[in-house]
């Protein structure tokens, strides 16, 4: 039988920013039905709150600290396998519709002789996907593509200019008539320049149509539906610009005591200009309500994508990482408070051992390392032992808790050396790093060059008191280091032997073989 994927993604979707998540105003109906008919993980954590390492992490199945791409320029190493890479030996088409955050290894290409432009060439750029539309859609003049399809697409429909992403789909017209940028967080309460079924995320709905309605009905495949949005520029298009005000936004999770004698890397973070731009309740209140139409207008695309139901295919639905939106006295991403490392995560297992599941919510810690071996023992391939650090979640959906297996604490990595802390707190780049480690009840964070941060979830479940360098609370954050030290020493670095082969080398085998070391 025939099974298929469906791999949707959205960039910087706060969880709690889904009405299946509890959100009291924002209704987003055709995620909510995958969740009524699947499975909801309330604690699934990102791997790097930051899109190319997170992503890294998605794809391949592996840590930051295995896999090595550590911020968006970084490439994978072309001897990383990913999703598309697993799925191609099982005869599946793995196409990517949208963004990926993958970046070229053009030295490693050239020196094996590789054509960037050949097929092989394409999908080793793109993380193993087979190269069908990549959008990442953030392209101000300087460094757009000269072969952006979404500008051809606009130039096709009578939109004019030179970069028509910039001039149209990013920009908006004030009540003067001036066309603004959507770079300017003031111009958020605007509608984008952009007609809605020309933007950005009904692009994207279109091509994954066009994908679906051409293929070969004997084909297996897998979809990687990508879209950019809610990420920034925050601009919508009418009628989604208008949709939600100022009142339907969360209530702000900071507290005053923060700024007290910060930790550096979050005093660091704190003064950035998003940071300081989203601890105002101005921007705030202009930004979030157009945050929410871009989350709408997702969801209403996906209601497009997702009727009628495809049959014998998964559904997996998640965000690379979350946004601050002013939270912590936070902007972006980066860090590691719950609304930038907790991604939603929606599981929808066709197969009947999953009935049982369907319309619950699943407690347990899971991580985005865990959909590679998920998507690939759904469709009937090998989970590769020696280098899938994560764990298939079918027996999840299917009912079933194998204790063993079950996770006692969740990690996530952040390298800041591409971001603006690195220059305000003058370190070396591989001085940027950042390790958590997160149980049920305490949240550890190792930083290289300064003190580590501990926060006690049971008693401040938000996040306000930092207990790093409290005395009361040393023998917690030791025992925390030690898990953490525990698990770097078991990360799979040796990912060229096949795991079963491990349990047959050893002098046994050598003496069969007549090598006799040391022997009398």
């Known amino acids: 039988m ?30 909510d039905r995958l969740a009524e008919r699947g499975v909801r993980f309330s604690s699934a954590y990102c791997q790097a709150p930051l899109c190319g390492p997170s992503r890294a992490s998605f794809y391949t199945g ?59 060439g394409q999908r080793l750029a793109q993380g193993g996907f087979e190269h069908y539309e990549h959008f990442a859609g953030i392209y101000p003049d300087e460094i757009v593509p000269d072969d952006l399809a979404y500008n051809d697409y606009l130039r096709s429909n009578g939109y004019d200019g030179e970069n028509l992403w910039e001039s149209w789909a990013n920009s908006a017209y004030d009540v003067n008539s001036k066309k603004v940028s959507g770079w300017q967080m003031r111009n958020a309460n605007l509608p984008a320049a952009v007609a809605e079924e020309h933007s950005e995320t009904a692009f994207t709905t279109d091509r994954a149509l066009e994908f679906l309605s051409g293929v070969d009905p004997n084909d297996q495949w897998c979809l990687h539906l990508s879209y950019i949005k809610p990420h920034w520029p925050y601009l919508v298009p009418a009628p989604y610009h208008s949709l939600y005000c100022k009142d339907q936004i969360l209530p702000v999770v900071r507290n005053p005591d923060e700024l007290q004698a910060p930790h550096p890397v979050f005093k660091a973070f704190h003064e950035q200009t998003y940071s300081q731009n989203f601890s105002r309740d101005e921007v705030r209140e202009r930004v979030i309500p157009t945050y929410m139409g871009l989350i709408k207008q997702c969801d209403d695309q996906l209601g497009v994508l997702l009727d009628p139901w495809f049959e014998n295919t998964i559904f997996v639905f998640t965000a690379d990482h979350g946004d601050y939106l002013g939270d912590h006295w936070l902007g972006e991403k980066d860090l590691f408070h719950e609304p930038s490392v907790r991604i939603p995560l929606i599981v929808c297992d066709p197969e009947t051992d999953a009935e049982s599941t369907r319309g619950t919510v699943n407690h347990e810690f899971v991580e985005s390392v865990d959909i590679v071996p998920t998507m690939v023992e759904f469709a009937g391939g090998n989970i590769c032992k020696q280098r899938m650090e994560g764990q298939s979640l079918l027996p999840l959906t299917r009912g079933i808790l194998d204790q063993d297996n079950k996770r006692e604490y969740t990690i996530s990595q952040i390298d800041y050396s591409d971001r603006g802390p690195r220059v305000s707190l003058n370190l070396h780049p591989y001085d940027c790093r950042a390790h958590m480690i997160r149980t049920k009840n305490w949240k550890y964070i190792l930083h290289e060059k300064f003190s580590p941060q501990l926060f006690d979830l049971k008693n401040d479940p938000e996040e306000f008191y930092d207990l790093g360098t409290d005395p009361e609370y040393q023998a917690v954050g030791k025992e925390m280091h030690e898990q953490l030290f ?34 009398w």
């Open 2 to 31: 025939r099974k298929n994927i469906l791999f949707i993604m959205c960039d910087q979707l706060r969880a709690d920013y889904l009405s299946c998540y509890g959100h009291p105003f924002l209704e987003t109906p055709n995620i």
């Open 62 to 120: 592996r840590y930051l600290a295995s896999h090595g791409a550590l911020v968006n320029a970084d490439p994978l190493k072309l001897g990383e396998l990913s999703l598309g890479d697993y799925l191609k030996k099982i005869n599946y088409r793995t196409v990517l519709v949208g963004k990926s955050e993958a970046r070229a290894n053009q030295d490693a290409l050239a020196r094996l002789r590789i054509d960037q432009r050949s097929n092989l």
């Open 486 to 519: 525990t698990w770097f020493r078991e990360r799979l670095i040796r990912t060229e032997m096949e795991h079963d082969f491990l349990f047959e080398m050893g002098v046994e085998r050598d003496e069969k073989m007549g090598i006799l070391i040391g022997h």
